[in-house]
């Protein structure tokens, strides 16, 4: 340290002059004055002619004076002078002083002397956040040396942190506690011998207990075997230091699991998160725990007039976390629906809520009674961390409040897909619901799906063609009643045999094995060379394509329905001539008949519903074979994906069948709008007749049916091409009005929707 005493150009306050070297090159000045009346002084420093760069604070002492600290460096120059601004009518105070006369390292205890509580915070603060990255002091061993005395100076004796749990990739879970007042905490340091470290971590802090302490829990690297360092945890009107130990065994973390964190939510919740952060391997972790040692479910029944309620639905994927269930609230006493967090704020839900009528059951007679059912989605919560058993809260008016908390949920992206499809009864969903309550959540399930679909494994039946011209691409789920007369009508095709390979792709990988066998005596029968892809994972009707797409090696594609059957030779052949790249002709599709020999598809065309959703229909649906109109060729919206014919190089360029759309349908006609987008037109063939027995396969899938993805879907395709699409109908009323026609009065789906059911109840 170095004392100076200032040389005045005025009247001399007042003062007292003090040099500290803080590391390297990096001093600090400390100037003590009289309080004054006239606001805060300013303190500049020059050297060599110019101007050094400086950070100041202002620190209150205990007789009321002040004293502003600079922290400097200096590169050797001599008569370094300070100039005090802005202090009253004095004007202004300057000093010179010479830094390479101090040589030692600054004293704590002489630098802390006579500071307050809260400018020795201040100080502390400067000292470990602001400063080293400012002047590069991080890594500087007599700076390291310096902060470690200046911190073991305000805290003679910290306490040890110890190890609570070990978790994974070599990370530990410590727990501490910070003192009343420690306020929000604004950061978190570590001090060793490899130099001070901020570290990048998320911390929670607990309620306050009787005393006003917090508990305060960390994620942290495993000390390393020779230990020591320091942990730096700055709050907002506070500092809490401790010692990090040596390398030894931690508790497992199902030990604490099962213990101290067996009853409290809000911990597991957090603890979750921390572990889905780090690996994939800790995301699979917090699933086991919760499932491991669940919390016991929360609900509030009752069969008088007071509020009831109940969870039974709280899935979460990376998008957030949609809950649902039912309430009852006949006498208006509910004010808020909160929806609890590992750390934070709860999050008000009324305002997000869904809502529907549903009946509870309420007698051994099949007596029921109405209640609200209701569905909503919270972004983001969690930071996508599998939290399987969230805590809800229902805030009565008069302060009541009534905890639910749901049995332990799914983690898995098919199941929490089907969960999120029946989450609102489809006679009551809205394109508002869906796109705030159930499409993020969906959208989030697809893209798990697609990112961690394992790859499929393919087997050959026969030797393949050496160069294909066309690959058939066939997907199966769970029907296979088809194949035999399929297979038949294939292999006595004669341009089908010579020229066309063969692929199926399974997309239900329970039945590989009775599939496989299926076709390896279909070949044997008919000699037909055959692939079977089979995914290991359902992935729906768009991946199935795709994966069958993605070995295929002829120059055109031809994507078929396992339901549909060739009226005759030559179908493939017919529609491949129509193709036509110079003409910009993309694709092509024929005329789909249903076993009756009534019309089934003549081209797909778009058309609003009541709701102003853009729906699929299929021009002369259920008219005779023979309708006039459906004998001509001609350009059309679109064709659908049960038989579409087009190059494979167009497929690949425009990405194939898109995957956000759920389980299957729309994803033909948002390859068609790709078409169109892309420069090309779609062809309809009526030469060319198959049969198309409808939705055999899809009709199997009880997310599906009992579902809302067809809604969502044609909500999808909405939202993406409603401009599109009303332009491209808009041009094909105008050039072909003949085809502006409603469509049949047929439905064009099955009725294939329940009534809705909770587990304990049943909509309105």
């Known amino acids: 340290m170095l004392s100076l005493a200032p040389v005045a150009m005025a009247t001399t306050p007042p003062a007292q002059l003090e040099l500290h070297r803080l590391g390297g090159s990096v001093f600090l000045l400390c100037w003590t004055l009289e309080a004054s009346p006239f606001g805060k002084p300013a303190l500049a420093l020059a050297g060599g002619g110019r101007r050094l760069p400086a950070a100041s604070i202002s620190l209150g002492l205990r007789d009321g004076r002040e004293r502003l600290a600079v922290a ?28 390479t006369l101090v040589h030692g390292l600054a004293d704590p205890a002489e630098i802390l002397k006579e500071l307050t509580p809260q400018a020795r915070l201040t100080l502390a603060n400067a000292l470990v956040r602001a400063w080293p990255p400012l002047f590069g002091l991080a890594a500087i061993p007599n700076y390291l040396s310096f902060l470690r005395q200046f911190l073991l100076t305000l805290f003679p004796k910290p306490i040890a942190m110890q190890p609570t749990a070990a978790l994974v990739e070599g990370q530990w879970l410590f727990e501490t506690a910070v003192p009343a007042g420690f306020g929000a905490l604004q950061g978190v340091a570590r001090l060793d011998g490899a130099g001070l470290t901020r570290l990048d971590l998320k911390a929670r802090l607990g309620a306050a207990d009787r005393s006003g302490k917090r508990e305060a829990q960390l994620v942290l690297d495993a000390p390393p075997s020779r230990g020591g360092g320091l942990l730096i945890l700055q709050g907002e009107r506070s500092l809490v230091l401790r010692t990090l130990p040596g390398r030894q065994s931690a508790p497992s973390l199902g030990r604490w699991w099962a213990g101290k964190a067996a009853s409290r939510d809000g911990l597991r919740n957090w603890v979750v998160e921390q572990l889905a952060g780090l690996s994939e391997q800790g995301r699979l ?27 039974d639905l709280a899935v979460c994927n990376r998008a957030g976390l949609l809950i649902g269930g039912w309430l009852r609230d006949p006498d208006d006493l509910l004010e808020e629906v909160l929806l609890h967090r590992g750390n934070g704020e709860p999050i008000a839900m009324l305002s997000r809520l869904q809502r529907f009528p549903v009946r509870l059951p309420a007698g051994a007679d099949g007596e029921t009674r109405a209640a609200t059912g209701f569905a909503g989605f919270a972004a983001d919560y969690a930071g996508g961390a599998p939290v399987l058993q969230p805590r809800c809260e229902i805030k009565l008016k008069s302060g009541t409040t009534l905890t639910l908390r749901p049995p332990v949920q799914p983690a898995d992206a098919v199941t929490i897909r089907a969960r999120a499809l029946a989450a609102i009864p489809p006679q009551y969903l809205t394109a508002g619901m869906i796109e705030t309550t159930l499409a993020p959540i969906l959208a989030a399930c697809q893209e798990d799906l697609r990112d961690s679909r394992p790859e499929p494994l393919i087997k050959a039946y026969g030797p393949s063609l050496a160069r294909p011209k066309a690959s058939v691409v066939i997907p199966l789920y769970r029907v296979y009643d088809f194949l035999r007369v399929q297979v038949a009508a294939f292999a006595g095709d004669p341009w089908f045999s010579e020229h066309a390979e063969l692929i199926y792709v399974l997309d239900s990988p329970e039945h590989e094995a009775e599939v496989a066998h299926l076709l390896g005596g279909l070949h044997l029968a008919y000699g037909l060379p055959m692939q079977l892809v089979a995914m290991q994972r359902n992935g729906g009707f768009s991946a199935a394509c795709n994966a069958g797409a993605a070995v295929a090696r002829g120059e055109v594609l031809a994507l078929v329905n396992s339901d549909v059957v060739p009226t005759g030779n030559g179908w493939l052949e017919g529609l491949i001539a129509r193709l036509d790249r110079r003409a910009r002709v993309g694709a092509v599709g ?74 299957g349908d729309y994803e033909d006609s948002d390859l068609c709008l790709k078409i169109r987008r892309a420069g090309f037109g779609i062809l309809y063939v009526p030469d060319v007749a198959l049969y198309h ?63 809705f059911t909770f587990r304990r109840a049943t909509a309105a």
């Open 72 to 99: 400097f460096r200096s590169s050797g120059h001599d008569n370094v002078v300070a100039t005090l601004s802005d202090h009253g009518p004095q004007g202004e105070v300057t000093a010179g002083f010479d830094p």
């Open 285 to 311: 972790l917090a699933i086991e725990m919760q499932r491991r040692v669940p919390l016991a479910v929360q609900h509030v029944r009752r069969s008088d007039d007071l509020p009831a309620a109940e969870l």
């Open 590 to 663: 024929p005329k789909l008949l249903y076993d009756d020999n009534s019309l089934q598809h003549a081209g797909l065309f778009f058309k609003r519903d009541s709701k102003g959703t853009w729906l699929n229909h299929h021009y002369f649906k259920g008219m005779p074979g023979s309708y006039a109109p459906a004998t001509i060729e001609r350009p059309v919206p679109g064709v659908t994906g049960a038989c579409i014919v087009m190059a494979r190089d167009l497929y690949d360029e425009l990405g194939g069948f898109d995957e956000s759309y759920v389980i």
């Open 693 to 755: 027995l409808e939705r055999q396969s899809i009709a199997r899938s009880v997310d599906y049916t009992r579902g809302a993805a067809s809604q969502h879907n044609a909500w999808l395709q909405s939202q993406r091409w409603g401009a599109q699409i009303e332009a491209l109908m808009q041009a094909f009323e105008t050039s072909a009005p003949e085809l502006a026609l409603p469509a049949p009065a047929v439905p064009s789906e099955p009725d294939l929707v329940p009534r």
